[in-house]
């Protein structure tokens, strides 16, 4: 009931079809699947790293696995993780389901297919794996952002148009504009640094 969904006329469109919903880690990013499958009756689940959990502290790790667990609960059908197999990915998407994948991941030691993209009017490398799951399946991917307001202390769940992946950087640097557009006055809303991790890897 502390979700508002802006647009979603853009997805309900698809809602027998599916597609990718690529999000950043910004507001209370996981909420966002559970109101489209509450509010939009959509078949959803995510993508989230298993593989950076090996890197922090086990106080964190912990914290994230009971996340993850209590998702679980929530979505269609629980999360898939970096280390399982794509074809669990591609399946689900070939079933006519929704896949949230984050763009701004990296994974350590691991061969990250990054592309570079301006964003909050700085040069960042981020995941291509949203806009190259969409076009390996056929899918459409819309942008979606959640933004909490303190003020009416409610969150609002923008969905943007579909768009078709017909080339990975320019789809990408789409997603991200309009994007952009919604978090460039909240930053505050990010998990983490969304620049600096990003940056200097030429």
């Known amino acids: 009931m502390k979700v508002r969904i802006v647009g979603h006329e853009n997805i309900l469109q698809f809602k027998e079809h599916g597609g990718i919903l690529g999000f950043l880690h910004f507001g209370s990013f996981f909420l966002s699947g559970i109101a489209l499958i509450e509010k939009l009756g959509l078949n959803y689940t ?53 896949l949230g994948v984050a763009f701004d991941v990296i994974e350590e030691g691991k061969n990250n297919k990054l592309i570079p993209v301006n964003f909050l009017r700085e040069r960042v490398y981020f995941q291509s794996s ?45 997603v991200l504009s309009e994007m952009e557009n919604i978090v460039k006055f909240h930053r505050y809303q990010f998990f983490h640094d969304i620049h600096r991790p990003f940056q200097n890897l030429d």
């Open 46 to 98: 995510a993508i989230a790293s298993s593989h950076n959990l090996n890197y922090v502290s086990k106080t964190e790790s912990d914290f994230w696995h009971n996340i993850y667990s209590k998702i679980n609960t929530y979505y269609t059908r629980p999360l898939i993780f970096t280390h399982d197999n794509i074809y669990d990915s591609l399946k689900w998407l070939k079933s006519n389901n929704f």
């Open 130 to 174: 949203p806009v190259r799951l969409a076009r390996i399946t056929g899918r459409p991917i819309f942008p979606m952002t959640i933004r909490f307001s303190p003020i009416y202390r409610k969150h609002y769940l923008f969905v943007g148009k579909p768009h078709t992946v017909i080339n990975d950087l320019d789809t990408t640097q789409k």
